[in-house]
């Protein structure tokens, strides 16, 4: 049986979003009878604003494994608005091939499927002396097989075959393959069901909120010294949402533990303080500078200095207190002291002042560097 007739059968149901190459897979599956038990929807970001528009936000690089890992969790979210209650599962593929003007790098394609218990990502390498359509067939191959390994079909059995065109990833081409199977948790995070990670029935009396990629010696630093000055174990917090971006997806948060080194931590659906807040009730938060800044700001409320005002009056009512350390910023360090905040805000803060604690590094720094090298 041809493996698009066998995609067909399963319970699940795909949106699809594909740029670059490989695009050829949605007309493929479209031929074939019984596409509408398969394909949700499908897109086609293909221009780069275009591609801008559906993530929300510009990628660092159009083709990518983070690129194709954040194009299928936009389509695992739009495929739930679809179908709430369904079997279903975004895929991304982003894709360089063969083309009539210079580039440098490899030819290269890269597909993810996400789904509420499972990531996955597939690279390949494409070989550069093979023509456009051979390429194109190549990504069109390694994204139905993306499918069958998200509806659970067995490699071995599928063999990355297709009977229709006969062609298959050729295995002296460097192909890879990454995934994670989420424990209940973290699924229960993603779908919704739960607001964080945090089980047991005493909540975190510290948080320390951020990304943590990685967790540098800055941090750790920052939290002996709370722990010192406060007399209790800090949780670190990842927020697996985020305003302007897709959530982190289960890739994302198993590299991030990786990078924990054994610290207490927990996982939330809480972008913001005041999703915080709700979750945490009296926990006291370790911030920097930037951070009580940005808390203060009214853009991320709406641009309404009354939303804001009403959001930390309910940080009020929660009995909250920010742990404030300084933070360079060019040529300055900031410290408390040289926050423009509102009073209210003010009254809810110390300081960690620069004669107490600082430190000069930033995961940002380090990410830079890495990358440079």
Partial sequence: MDLIERLHQQPHQFVIAITGGGTSAISELLAIPGASNTLL???????????????????????????????????????????????????????????????????????????????????????????????????QTLILSAMAHGCGLEDNDLNYTFEKNKTSVPQTINTQMRQAKAPMPWQQLLVGTTGSTHSGDASPQILF???????????????????????????????????????????????????????????????????KSHLFPGARFIVGYDTIIRIADPKYYNDSTRERDTAIQSLHQNQHRFLVFGRSLGDAYLTLKHADIPTALMELCDEVSETEFRIDISSSEIRAKSAAE
């Fill in 209 to 275: 909120p951020g990304a943590f990629n990685p967790l540098h010696e800055g941090h750790l630093k920052m939290i002996a010294f709370a722990e010192q000055k406060l007399g209790s174990q800090v949780t670190l917090e990842i927020s697996t949402f985020n305003v302007d971006k897709p959530p982190l997806d289960y890739l994302d948060m198993q590299d991030r533990v990786g990078l924990l080194q054994n610290h207490p931590h927990i996982f939330t659906n809480a972008p913001t303080f005041l999703d």
């Fill in 41 to 139: 929807e499908s897109l086609i970001p293909y221009s780069q604003e275009s591609l801008k528009d559906y993530l929300g936000f510009e990628p660092t690089s159009a083709v990518s494994q983070n690129t194709a890992r954040q194009m299928a969790m936009r389509a695992y979210l739009r495929a739930k608005q679809l179908d709430s209650d369904g079997s279903v599962i975004g895929l991304g593929s982003t894709a360089a091939i063969t083309t009539n003007r210079d580039r440098k790098g490899d030819d290269r394609c890269f597909v993810a499927v996400q789904s509420d218990h499972h990531t996955a990502e597939f690279s390949l390498v494409l070989d550069k002396t093979n023509n456009r359509q051979t390429q194109e067939q190549h990504c």
